[in-house]
Every structure is written in structure tokens, then in C-alpha cells.
């Protein structure tokens, strides 16, 4: 299921892309609206929700990226950077119109078929959410596939929310939203506490029936894996996206092996019983 | 050495001793080549337009490196290896290919340590991105061994068996002659018959040699090695030659005497990763990526970008890395194996255990190098064996935890590795 | 506010704290159980004041907050249905730790602190049971509390 780069050509060539739109976000993240020069990579160009690119700053190098658009928007691909090291900084300081590299997309997706005629919960931290937008995206076009939708979607604090601009949107459209955070004050009328908490009390229609995708910090995805389990979602149906350091996302440097997977070949997202056994070993 | 390759004191057997169809099991009926007519082979090849590669004398050492003739070759040298130790010493015969592999191997031919996989051209106020697809070099290969076949077949796996093929590496293989010669001895860190590997060539060669002492018994392994040999001085080979070649190659087999147990190996490592021997590992290990550059399979690598003066014109260039490097596996920027231990681990279960999933063969073809090479001198097979036993003997894996704890808090939370780094 | 024995008892029954009690132990805290339906903005109890309540939610949101000197009334978790607040009465003098407030409209099962005590001192059994669940109860708190702790959102930047 991995590769849709397009075949038979060399994998380390990188399409232009134009920055066409900035949004930002939070302090330090922000979304790139890109578009390819050349029309016929355009043309051709398709992802799956929770594929990632790898966007390069040519003379300073590149960084793993997930699509955070929506793929029925063929015109252009939408990035959610955050800015936390080289690339990204550079990355996030372009002005429109500027010019960088595009190879992808790459990975493996989430399962949105699989979910068809289920309850569906995605649990988000962070920038983790960045990655499951074109799954809600997905799943509100074709909302009469899916049975309850539910996102639970936790920030540090209120003003650190993703896309809470889209959050009435996307209510309207069916979704359960509830935001929850790690401290607020009087101001805020969403939840305050982890997202496990907030899972562990959500109202299940039936956890046989319930599929769960979760994307963020490591320690918050484990933690939500285990309240699921609890809760009754059974293991293959619980997905989560991984992150490690990538170098060439086709599987040749070895930078993002886990176990025995390519991050970037079986991943980023993965069923959680493949990597059960080996998600708490320290160090590995 | 000079420039003579002709020995003196050997006489050409006589050519009509009738025996010429001896068969070797199935194998296809041997010819031979007289030591002297060496160079009409190395000259044929650079004929045809190759550039031959082969072992050569530098810097106390055979390695592989161009060749011009047979006089490059190391005739009259061997080496003495052993855990963590290689020494190069004269042979008291001429032999060209009379020696065990030293620190390289063919991949860094066909996986060269740095290449530019891509470039980027600034063209007003945008880039132009490219691929460097210059021609690759046609490379013949002289003095491949058994594993090394086998490091080939399995670097064969990573670089063009996945959904993503590296058109370096791609370029380079395709246009690659081989020319095996069967190994006559083996080294105290040889272990090719555990990992099923060798010594003797089986398939995956153009022409495979068995050096005695008058010459080259040859074996054809592919349409490209017969139209080669064709314009060669070949005859069949006596039964007299094809004994000594016989011998030779079990004379190499005889001595090959390490041995990893590879049975049940992959979920006996999986199944060790919490032990406390990884920990005992590290109190030797430099992590000094020794192991994974000689080793002939490991394909670790990282691209960085090199700007011109003007920052206009930037290559992107792969480079060999390797998994002892402490930052080369991060989460979230922090490095995910930030001790010894655990990077240690990450390369032996690479090799012996998950290359199994990834590749659906070993990553280890029993050569030997990183015994020799690692300063220290640790063994894998020794590691293996030790794990073996712990994974048979629980009390015995708690014994070593307790002195392995005393020394180093195991499983500490990560506070200490992320302090002064964020 | 009142609700006759068996629907109160339902209503127990069904939320996430009393799941796997027997019918026995539910008429016990039925028996010390009454019903509470509150607007939002509620304050169920003050911190550092004295609280013979423990309340089961049944819908609708507590804050449960903290005053920090400075900072103001700091939000310290949000409980929802099938949570429990205020629990400090059960295992202590009755001194909240926290103030709790109705964020929406809540129904909410309140239980005497005191008559559940004397309920489990005479049945040892339910007594057991009861400090089971509030074990878990507290258990699960300490868990989300550490992973709050561990600010798995904090952002490190590091730019050369
Ligand atoms: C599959 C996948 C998808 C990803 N999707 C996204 C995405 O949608 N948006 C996004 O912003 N990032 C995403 N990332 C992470 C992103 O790839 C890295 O943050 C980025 O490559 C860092 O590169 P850099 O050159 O900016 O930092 P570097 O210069 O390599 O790092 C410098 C320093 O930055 C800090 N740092 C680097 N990376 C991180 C990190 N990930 N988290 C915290 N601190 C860090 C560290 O302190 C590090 O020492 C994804 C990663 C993967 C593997
Ligand atoms: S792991 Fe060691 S013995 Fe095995 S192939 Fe690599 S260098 Fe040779
Ligand atoms: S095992 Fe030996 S060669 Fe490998 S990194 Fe450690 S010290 Fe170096």
C-alpha cells in the first residue's frame, strides 16, 4: 500500500511548488496552500488522509510533512508546519509565491473505508490534528458512510487549538467535537484534563462497532490506546500515526525504523496491535 | 611488487590427460586458465569497455580499488584477522587471491559513501530541481567472494526489491560484471557456512575462479561470462587442477570454524530486548560506527545539502551514516537511542532479526568484518550466544541485571537524556 | 427536586460509576442518593469549605478549580457523566479541595458522605466494594493527572 509517488521515476526528484496562501494558525504553526508549476504533476497528483510529503528548502534541506487539506481539493496541497527546527523554521518564513521542493505523497493512510457504517472517535493532541483533518474532511463529505463521528481534540492551553475556526463547520456537518486542555481560566467554556479522561467517559453506541485513530505525543496516544482497550474498542480497531526522523521517505536510509518497520514504507499510521509489543520499549 | 606475474618454477600441466569431462555433482565441467593469461582477461575487460575493480595493497591492508593490470593484484600477500585485529603478511606462495577480505566491500561501488542524488538551481526568484542521471561507471568486479555474492543479493533486496527503486545503485548493478573467486582459506572470524553464505560461489557470478597454484580453474555462471572467456586461451581443465581446486576450496571450508546457531534466531533476539545484556554490550561498544561501514550489507544513509559560494547552485548529497550515530533517530528532535546500549541493540536485531521482516532474508552474511574491524573486538556470535543462553536461563538474565543496575539505573525516565538539549 | 426510589435507582444504575454493582449495593446508595438539577454556573462546593455531598454526574459538566494566588481560579479538570466530585468527603474530613462548578445544566446524583459511611461500617461488604470503586476512581485521576504533568504539548524550539 505504500508507494504513490509516481512510479518509474527517480524518487529523489523534488517538484516545484508555489506557496499560493499562509495561514496562520497558532503562535508558531501555520498552514502553506501549495501549488505545482508544472500542470501535469498537478494533473496527477492524488494523496490518502494521512499521507506526508517531503518539503525541501533547497541549501537547507528537507522535513517530513503531513497533508492537513482536504483530498477532494485537487487544485492544491495544504501543509500544517510547526516550526520547531531548521527546515520548518525556514519553511514557515517564505512569503507567497515563493518556491520549494515537493516529493510524495508517501505512507500508509487511515483507514476511512474500513470505518464505513462504524462510530468513529479521533483523538488529537497538538499538531496531531494536523494530520487527521483530511480524515474529517473525508468523512464529513460522505458523512451518511459513518454513524457517530467524534473528535477529541487536546491543547496545552485554549489559544494552542487547531482550526478551531472550522470546529462550528464541521458541528453542523455532524461532527461531536470536545476540546479539551491541560489549564485554562474562567474564560474558557471547553474541558479542562487529558484527552483520556475525556474518552474514558464518552458515551459508546458500542465498542465493537467504534473505530479510533489518534495522532500526537507519543506518551498521549499510548495512554489513549489503553483507555480504548478499556473502554471495550478492540485493538485492531485502533490506528495511530507515528512519528521518527525521516531522510528520504522511500524506505533506502534507515533514519525511521521502529522495530521492524520504514516509518515512513508501514507507517507513519499503523494498526495498533503491529506495534504493541514494542511501542513502550525504552530506547528503541 | 613487481611487474611480473609469471611464477617462476610452475609448468603448465600437460594439456592431454583425457580427463577433460570431469563433472563436479551438477555442476558445469570446469576450464582453466593459465596464471599468466590473467591479464588477457583484465585486458579483454578493459577492452569491452569496463573498469575493473579488485584487491590491491594500501595502507596494510587489501582493499578494493581500481586496477590498471595484474600487477596491482596482492599476489604473494595474505592477512592474519582476529577479533579486533588485521595484520597483513607476506604468503610464501604467489598467490594472487590468497587472503581473506579486509575492510571493504564491493558496496561502496554500487552504493558509493557519497554521491548527489539531486540538485537545485535557483532561476530568478524560483528553483529548478533535478536529478543527477549522469552514466553511471560499468564496473567489473575481480575477486567477488561467496558472502560477498550474497552481500550483493541482499543490498539487491534494499535497493531495487521495494516499491522504490535507487536508480544509483540501479545504474551501477546492471552494468556490473562479477567475477567470483572461491575462497582457499578462511579466517578465524569467517563464519559464511552458519549463515549459509560459502565459502564455495554458488550462483549470482559471471565467471567464478578457483585459484591454484599454476592458475584459475573457471566456472561460467551467465551468458555475459561465456562470451567473455570466448576469446580467452580456456581448455578444459585436468582432473589433476580441478583436485587442487577441489581441495583449496575445502581447505577454506575446513577452516571456518565460527559458527552462529541462527536457529529460531529472529524471535529469540525480539524477544531479548529488554535484557540486561545489551547494557553489558556497552560497557564495551565505542559506538564508533566501525561495524556498520566495513559491514557489506548495511545501507544506512543520510542526504545533506551542499550550497555553492553564492548559495544558487545546491547538491544534495547522500552520504554513508550509520545507526551508532547518536542523532541519527530522533522523535520530536530528541534522539530515540541516546545510549550505546540501545543503539547497539538497534544493530544487532537489525541485522539478524528485522532484516528478516523487511527483506525476507538475514542482513548478515557471516564475513567477519565487524569482528575484525570493531576496536574493542566484539563478536556478534558471541553476543548471540550469550543471549542464547540467557533466553534459556532466566535466573541467569537476573544476575546480570543485578550487576548491570548496580552500575546503570536501568529504565530511568527519559528526564536525563532530554536536559540541556531542547 | 425528587424522584421516587426506582427511577433514582436507574439512574444510578446506569452511570459509569456504578457499573458491575449488585442490585443490593445500588439500593444502598440509593438510599443515601437524592437528585440535583442545576443550572450552569452552580457552585456545588467551595474549596476549603466543608461538604457532607459526594455527587455522581449524570449529564452536563463540572469545573472543578483552584484559587492560585495571583493567577486567579485556575481550572484544574472538567468532570463529565459518569464522574465523581467531591469525593474528598468520603475519605476525609469533608474539606473540598476544590470548588466545583456547573459549566451547563446538570443533573446530578448527590450521595451523603456521612450516611454512606455509616452504611459501609454496618456492611463491611458494601464497605469493600464501595472503596474499590473509589480506588479506581482515584486511580484513573492520578493517571490523567501525571500525563498533564508530563505537558506532553510543550514545545521545544531550537533553531541554529
Ligand atoms: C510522518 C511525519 C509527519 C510529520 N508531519 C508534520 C506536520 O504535519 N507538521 C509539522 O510541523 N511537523 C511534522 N512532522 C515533524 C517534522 O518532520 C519535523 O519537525 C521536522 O522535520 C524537523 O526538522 P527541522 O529541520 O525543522 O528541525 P531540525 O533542524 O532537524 O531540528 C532542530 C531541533 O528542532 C527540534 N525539533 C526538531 N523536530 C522536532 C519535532 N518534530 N518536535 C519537536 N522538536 C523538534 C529539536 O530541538 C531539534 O534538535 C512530521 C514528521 C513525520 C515523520
Ligand atoms: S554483520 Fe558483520 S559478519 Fe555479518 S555481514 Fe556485516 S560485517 Fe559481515
Ligand atoms: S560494535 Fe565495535 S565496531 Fe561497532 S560501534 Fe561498537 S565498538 Fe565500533
Not at chain 1, 503562535?27 to 490518502?48: H, I, M, N, Y
Not at chain 1, 494552542?160 to 461532527?175: A, I, S, V
Not at chain 2, 569491452?48 to 582493499?63: L, M, N, S
Not at chain 3, 473540598?96 to 452504611?119: E, G, H, N, V, Y
Request: net charge negative; glycine share 8%.
Amino acid at each position: 500500500m505504500a508507494a504513490t509517488c509516481e512510479p518509474n521515476q527517480n524518487p529523489w526528484l523534488s517538484h516545484s511548488v508555489r506557496i499560493a496562501g499562509i495561514t496562520r494558525e497558532i503562535p508558531g504553526v501555520l498552514t502553506l496552500d501549495l501549488e505545482f508549476e508544472d500542470s501535469a504533476r498537478a494533473a496527477t497528483w492524488a494523496f490518502r488522509p494521512g499521507q506526508f510529503t517531503m518539503l525541501y528548502v533547497p541549501g537547507v534541506g528537507e522535513s517530513a510533512i503531513s497533508i492537513s487539506g482536504d483530498a477532494a481539493d485537487t487544485g492544491r496541497i495544504r501543509q500544517t508546519i510547526r516550526d520547531a527546527g531548521n527546515v520548518t523554521h525556514s519553511l514557515t518564513g517564505l512569503p507567497i509565491g515563493a518556491t520549494i521542493g515537493l516529493r510524495g505523497p508517501f505512507g500508509s493512510s487511515w483507514p476511512v473505508d474500513e470505518c464505513r457504517g462504524r462510530d468513529v472517535i479521533l483523538v488529537a493532541g497538538g499538531i496531531g490534528l494536523a494530520p487527521l483533518r483530511p480524515v474529517i474532511y473525508h468523512m464529513l463529505h460522505h458523512r451518511q458512510q459513518y454513524q457517530e463521528l467524534t473528535l477529541i481534540v487536546g491543547a496545552r492551553d485554549p489559544a494552542l487549538l487547531l482550526y478551531p475556526g472550522e470546529f462550528e463547520h464541521w458541528r453542523t456537518q455532524g461532527l461531536n467535537i470536545i476540546p479539551t486542555v491541560d489549564h485554562a481560566d474562567e474564560s474558557w467554556r471547553g474541558g479542562v484534563g487529558v484527552v483520556t479522561t475525556v474518552l474514558e467517559r464518552l458515551w459508546l453506541r458500542s465498542p465493537a462497532e467504534t473505530m479510533l485513530m489518534t495522532c500526537g505525543p507519543e506518551v498521549m496516544m499510548w495512554y489513549t490506546m489503553q483507555t480504548a482497550l478499556g473502554r471495550g474498542i478492540p485493538a485492531g480497531s485502533l490506528f495511530l500515526s507515528m512519528e521518527r526522523n525521516m531522510n528520504c521517505a522511500i524506505a533506502l536510509c534507515g533514519h525511521c525504523q521502529f522495530g521492524p518497520y520504514f516509518l515512513c514504507r508501514e507507517g507513519p499510521v499503523f494498526r495498533f496491535e503491529q506495534l504493541r509489543s514494542i511501542l513502550r520499549i525504552d530506547d528503541l | 611488487m613487481t611487474e611480473s606475474a609469471a611464477v617462476p618454477g610452475i609448468v603448465a600441466p600437460a594439456m592431454n590427460s583425457g580427463d577433460s569431462s570431469d563433472f563436479i555433482g551438477n555442476r558445469r565441467p570446469e576450464s582453466f586458465l593459465l596464471r599468466d593469461d590473467l591479464q588477457l582477461l583484465m585486458r579483454r575487460l578493459q577492452e569491452d569497455g569496463y573498469t575493473i575493480v579488485g584487491p590491491k595493497v594500501d595502507q596494510d591492508a587489501i582493499v578494493y580499488g581500481e586496477l590498471t593490470g595484474v600487477s596491482d593484484l596482492p599476489q604473494g600477500w595474505t592477512d592474519q584477522q582476529q577479533p579486533g585485529k588485521y595484520r597483513l603478511v607476506p604468503r610464501d606462495d604467489q598467490r594472487m587471491f590468497g587472503y581473506v577480505p579486509g575492510p571493504h566491500s564491493w558496496k561502496q561501488f554500487l552504493f558509493p559513501p557519497s554521491a548527489i542524488v539531486a540538485t537545485a538551481q535557483r532561476v530568478g526568484s524560483s528553483w529548478q530541481m533535478s536529478t543527477q542521471d549522469e552514466p553511471a561507471p560499468r564496473y567489473a568486479f575481480l575477486g567477488v567472494r561467496s558472502c560477498e555474492l550474497s552481500a550483493i543479493a541482499i543490498q539487491d533486496k534494499v535497493f531495487l526489491g521495494g516499491a522504490f527503486v535507487d536508480p544509483h545503485y540501479e545504474q551501477r548493478r546492471d552494468a556490473v560484471l562479477l567475477i567470483a573467486v572461491n575462497c582457499t582459506q578462511a579466517a578465524p572470524v569467517c563464519f559464511c557456512t552458519s549463515m549459509k553464505t560459502g565459502p564455495r560461489c554458488q550462483s549470482g557470478f559471471d565467471l567464478a575462479l578457483t585459484e591454484i597454484d599454476t592458475g584459475f580453474l573457471v566456472e561460467i555462471g551467465s551468458e555475459r561470462g561465456r562470451l567473455l572467456v570466448e576469446a580467452l586461451p580456456l581448455r578444459p581443465a585436468v582432473s589433476e587442477e580441478i583436485r587442487a581446486g577441489e581441495r583449496g576450496r575445502a581447505d577454506a571450508e575446513r577452516q571456518v570454524t565460527k559458527q552462529m546457531n541462527t536457529e529460531g534466531l529472529h524471535d529469540l533476539l525480539l524477544e531479548q530486548l529488554k535484557s540486561p545484556h545489551w547494557e553489558t554490550v556497552a560497557e564495551r561498544c565505542l559506538s564508533c560506527t566501525n561495524c556498520t561501514m566495513v559491514c557489506p550489507t548495511c545501507f544506512c544513509s543520510s542526504v545533506t545539502e551542499v550550497s555553492d559560494l553564492s548559495g544558487d547552485r545546491v547538491q544534495r548529497e547522500r552520504q554513508w551514516d550509520s545507526c551508532f550515530n547518536v542523532d541519527f533517530s530522533r522523535v520530536n528532535g530528541i534522539p530515540s537511542r541516546d545510549s550505546i546500549s540501545s543503539r547497539y541493540r538497534q544493530w544487532l536485531t537489525h541485522k539478524l532479526a528485522t532484516w528478516q521482516d523487511q527483506f525476507g532474508t538475514s542482513g548478515c552474511v557471516g564475513c567477519g568484518r565487524c569482528i575484525t574491524w570493531c576496536p574493542p573486538g566484539i563478536d556478534l556470535t558471541e553476543e548471540v550466544r550469550t543471549l542464547r543462553q540467557l533466553a534459556e536461563s532466566p535466573q541467569l538474565t537476573a544476575a546480570i541485571g543485578e550487576t548491570a543496575s548496580s552500575s546503570l539505573p536501568p529504565n530511568t525516565a527519559p528526564q536525563n537524556t532530554t536536559e540541556g538539549r531542547g | 427536586m425528587t424522584l421516587d426510589a426506582p427511577n433514582l435507582l436507574k439512574m444510578l444504575a446506569s452511570t459509569r460509576f456504578a457499573e458491575g454493582l449488585t442490585h443490593q449495593d445500588l439500593q444502598s446508595l440509593g438510599r443515601a442518593a437524592r437528585l440535583l438539577e442545576v443550572p450552569a454556573g452552580h457552585v456545588l462546593f467551595r474549596e476549603g469549605q466543608r461538604e457532607d455531598a459526594v455527587f455522581v454526574v449524570f449529564s452536563g459538566h463540572v469545573r472543578l478549580s483552584m484559587k492560585v494566588p495571583g493567577r486567579g481560579d485556575i481550572t484544574i479538570l472538567t468532570a463529565g457523566p459518569g464522574d465523581l466530585v467531591g469525593w474528598s468527603g468520603l475519605i476525609s474530613d469533608g474539606i473540598m479541595t476544590a470548588t466545583a462548578t456547573t459549566t451547563d445544566f446538570c443533573r446530578l446524583l448527590a450521595l451523603s458522605s456521612t450516611q454512606l459511611k455509616q452504611s459501609c461500617d454496618a456492611d463491611p461488604q458494601l464497605g469493600y466494594v464501595l472503596m474499590k470503586r473509589l480506588a479506581q476512581v482515584i486511580s484513573r485521576r492520578l493517571v490523567a493527572t501525571r500525563i498533564q504533568l508530563l505537558d506532553v504539548f510543550a514545545e521545544r524550539r531550537n533553531h541554529s
